[in-house]
């Protein structure tokens, strides 16, 4: 294969089947419907529950992961935490966390964890619960149990809709970068939140040439952006709709590097059109769904 065929392939290789879908709406319907029964009493419709992180963004890939699931509260339960005299914040994540319990007797590490309750399952995928509240703004009000409890505001539409509008105007090439650098992630074990993988791709992109072209120039792709990404090494940039910055941070910056030189190297070989050789050095920042 060549190198259009050969990444083409390879995000067919990312993308979620059917059966992990499948699995992954079974567990986080399973959870909202029975938060929703104990805190509305009434028929779950879907309304008081938002899918959130990579699966509300397109951006899941297999193997499975964790779906990010946030769960609209009551607002008097907002006021009822808030009153507390010592982290309510905290206690909150308890209270959810014993309800989610309640439904899912048989799954003992349930555990609230700084803004999130993590439902782990044995087989697929796992539940992250992020309980919340819509503000007056049209955002969301969270809670965040570290030094000593507080409330943030995240707007997760506005970053569903950067990543939307992005990937709109330059050719679905926002979504596919995305799903590469997580597949690196996982296979070099990097040390990187997905937030800024996220944001890193679509402000590169902004500014990156061939922006809208197809797969032909996804080799010169990843070989740029990890270009890009070495010099923003301790940067930061703001998270759309919210008042608050992503760290990218550099713990991340060797395993950058190797990933450069590689991709410098695989780009000499598609250029030679030594497509083996080329597949090789993919696989090694890639891992094996790169097929040769």
């Known amino acids: ?18 059966s992990n879908l499948t699995d992954a709406q079974t567990k986080y319907d399973g959870v909202a419907r029975k938060l929703h029964s104990h805190y509305y009493g009434t028929a779950f419709d879907g309304s008081t ?13 297999r193997p499975p992961r964790d779906v990010d699931l946030l769960f609209i509260m009551p607002n008097a339960e ?3 935490y808030d009153g507390y ?18 439904r899912y007797s048989t799954t003992e590490k349930i555990r609230g964890d700084g803004q999130v309750v993590v439902v782990p399952f044995s087989d697929g995928h796992s539940v992250e619960v992020l309980p919340a509240w819509i503000n007056k703004a049209g955002k969301y009000t969270i809670a965040d149990t570290h030094s000593g409890g507080s409330w943030k505001i995240a707007d997760h539409a506005a970053e569903i809709s950067n990543v939307d509008g992005a990937d709109r105007q330059y050719n679905g090439n926002v979504r596919n970068l995305i799903k590469m650098l997580k597949a690196w992630q996982a296979e070099c074990n990097v040390p990187i939140k997905s937030l800024t993988l996220e944001l890193r791709s679509i402000n590169f992109l902004k500014s990156w040439s061939n922006a809208d072209k197809g797969f032909v120039y996804y080799d010169w792709m990843a070989r740029d952006f990890f270009s890009e ?18 760290q990218y941070g550099s713990d991340w910056l060797s395993r950058a590097e190797t990933a450069y030189g590689r991709a410098v190297k695989a780009c000499q070989y598609e250029a030679d059109k030594q497509d083996y050789n080329a597949a090789v050095e993919w696989r090694k920042i890639f891992g094996s769904q790169y097929e040769f």
């Open 1 to 18: 294969m060549g190198t259009s065929s050969r990444f083409e392939k390879f995000l067919g290789n990312l993308n979620l089947t059917s």
């Open 229 to 246: 990404l070495i010099k923003n090494a301790g940067n930061y940039c703001v998270v759309p709709g919210a008042q608050q910055r992503c």
């Open 49 to 61: 529950r938002r899918l959130i992180g990579s699966y509300g963004k397109g951006t899941a890939v």
């Open 78 to 80: 907002y006021w009822r």
């Open 85 to 102: 005299v010592g982290n309510g914040q905290s206690q909150m994540l308890q209270d959810v966390r014993a309800v989610i319990q309640e």
